[in-house]
Structures are given as C-alpha cells and as structure tokens.
C-alpha cells in the first residue's frame, strides 16, 4: 500500500513539473509550414472553389484537409520527439499540451458537421468560428508555452470577429478569411516560438 502511494506521489509531482514547465515540443518549422500551407490553400481556392457557398463540401474538403495535414504532421513530430525522450518528464508534458489543445479541435469538427448538415445556410461563420475556438485552444495552451504566445491567441479571436462581424454579404466564404486566420496565425506563431525557443538554445 505504502509503495503504491508512493508511485502516486510520484507520479503527481511529475504532472506539477510538467505543468510549471515550458513546453519546447512545438517547433517553428513545421508550425510555420501549416501556415505556408493554409496560404497555399486560400491560392488554390480562389480556383478549385470558386463559388463556396453553392459548394460547400468542397470547401470543406479543402479547409478540413488542410487542418488535417497540419495536424497530421505536427502530431508525428510530438510522437517521435517523445518516443526519442527519455525523460518521462518530456512525455508528460507532451500528453498535456495535446490534452489541452484537443477539447478545441473537437468541437470545431462536430460544429462543422452540424452546419454541413442542418444549418449551411450559416456557413459564413464558419471561418470566423474556427478561429475563435483556435483562440480558445492556444489559450489553453498558453501555460506549458512561453508567455507571448497568448499574443497568438489574441490575434485568433480578434480575426475570429473580425470574419463574423463582416457577415456573410459578398465576401460569404472567401479566401481571405482563411488566409488571414490560420495562414497568418500559424506564421505569427512560429515566429515567437522562434524567437524565445529556437533561437537562444539553437536548436
């Protein structure tokens, strides 16, 4: 009973380092590249989806793709830095910076379903939507990343607003939208973690 009270203990006072930590897992590099890639996206629409609104599916296609691939790569990049750790430390912190940003990435994806589904009529807030929940989530966030990363999720909610004050009107789904949120976010995001990660310990 003693020993396995122990281990708890353990184990607790590895989750309090963990959270008083600085996460270092996210990487300027491909944080950067999601946000080359959304601006790639915002091109390519302007093309392959040219009237969003009478194509939605395609446009959701495309944007959950994207988030996707982002995704995708940014969670084989944890996996193998954590899989290459051998601090159990490293590792919990990793599994508490996906806790933390992932309640925002399902969400997100049950609200599109539901506006894809019953309400495609209010698909113009999507953009807007997307980014406030990804304000949320970088909020959340915040504690295991340096301190000026809460700039980012400032810049999220108030592109957020800024797509849904505008309303639906002429600009109902338009590329811009995209590309100012997460193309310009992502890219805001890895610039700061540049600059207080990357650049001081050169790696």
């Known amino acids: 009973m003693e020993l396995r009270e122990a281990l708890q203990q353990i184990s607790d006072i590895r989750q309090q380092m963990a959270r008083g930590g600085v996460f270092r897992g996210y990487r300027s590099l491909t944080v950067g590249a999601s946000g080359v890639l959304g601006l790639f996206a915002a091109a390519v629409q302007t093309r392959w989806v040219e009237d969003p609104e009478n194509d939605l599916a395609r446009y959701l296609l495309l944007w959950v793709g994207v988030a996707a691939l982002s995704a995708l790569i940014a969670g084989v990049e944890l996996v193998m830095r954590a899989h290459k750790s051998d601090s159990g430390l490293a590792r919990n912190m990793t599994r508490l910076a996906v806790e933390q940003f992932l309640p925002c990435v399902v969400v997100g994806a049950l609200l599109t379903i539901s506006i894809f589904r019953t309400a495609p009529l209010v698909a113009w807030m999507l953009p807007g939507l997307w980014a406030l929940l990804f304000g949320l989530g970088v909020f959340a966030s915040s504690r295991l990343l340096p301190s000026m990363v809460c700039w980012v999720g400032f810049y999220y909610v108030v592109c957020g607003c800024i797509c849904l ?31 207080t990660l990357e650049r001081q310990h050169g790696s």
């Open 165 to 195: 004050y505008g309303g639906p009107g002429e600009q109902f789904l338009a590329p811009w939208k995209m590309a100012l949120c997460f193309g310009g976010g992502q890219l805001l995001c890895a610039t700061i973690l540049y600059w």
